[in-house]
């Protein structure tokens, strides 16, 4: 089956510590990306790539980091600066990185982060 | 000002009806709209996107675009409860970097 897998899909974390999450791809896209959602609110970029082993801030990067090594994986940490972590984290991947206007964003299913 | 706006909602239709959902965006350089539907602690599926002014069908789903007064609309005819759900409107301008910005979301409900 293509598609995009997210795991896990519940994570908790307690304060102070730092959680990856995981995005797969095996569509064969060449962007990915990562958004958060709070209750009742749209998405908000955190961080995108276009190409493997490069990566860039979207509107809200402080307190995220990623990598981006394989063209498959883009792994989000949830770092302890980021002072108020619990949301619905959502990655997305687009088949060309630019240059077409219909490039549609497909999205995995989510994990949602609970900091205790 | 936001730069892309939804009505929170609750928008209440009867089934059987149209559903009309409004987006208004602020960059008069955004080329391209997309509509996503979000279930209840589920991830956005796309319905459609539109580029040109003007209307586009798809099932019971029409997106309509008016560039000039910046605005884009979803219909959704003959409305089912399975239509309950949060819609998204995302907006894509290429000198962004092909990012797209979400509004709000309007949420649909659909009663029997």
């Known amino acids: 089956d293509g598609g995009i897998t997210q795991s896990p899909k519940y994570l908790f974390r307690k304060e102070g510590q730092n959680v990856t999450l995981s995005c797969e791809q095996n569509?064969?896209?060449?962007?990915m990306y990562w958004y958060r959602q709070d209750p009742g609110q749209g998405l908000r970029l955190i961080y995108y790539?276009?190409?493997?082993?490069?990566?860039q801030k979207g509107d809200i990067a402080e307190g995220y980091s990623v990598s981006r090594e394989k063209k498959e994986s883009f792994p989000l940490t949830v770092t302890s600066a980021q002072k108020n972590p619990t949301a619905f984290y959502l990655c997305?991947?687009?088949?060309?990185?630019?240059?077409?206007?219909?490039?549609?964003?497909?999205f995995g299913p989510g994990t949602r982060l609970t900091v205790l | 000002q936001k730069e892309v706006e939804q009505n929170s909602g609750p928008l209440s239709v009867p089934e059987g009806a149209i559903a009309s959902l409004n987006c208004t965006y602020s960059d008069r350089g955004s080329q391209s709209f997309f509509w996503y539907r979000q279930y209840s602690g589920k991830s956005p599926e796309l319905i459609m996107f539109i580029y040109s002014n003007g209307d586009k069908e798809d099932g019971r789903f029409t997106a309509q675009l008016n560039k000039a007064s910046q605005y884009v609309s979803l219909l959704i005819r003959d409305s089912q409860p399975s239509d309950s759900a949060t819609y998204l409107c995302a907006v894509n301008r290429l000198a962004a970097g092909n990012k797209l910005t979400f509004g709000g979301g309007t949420r649909v409900l659909v009663k029997p």
């Open positions: 790539s276009q190409i493997v082993n490069d990566f």
């Open positions: 997305a991947s687009s088949i060309m990185a630019s240059g077409r206007i219909t490039d549609t964003q497909y």
């Open positions: 569509l064969n896209h060449d962007a």
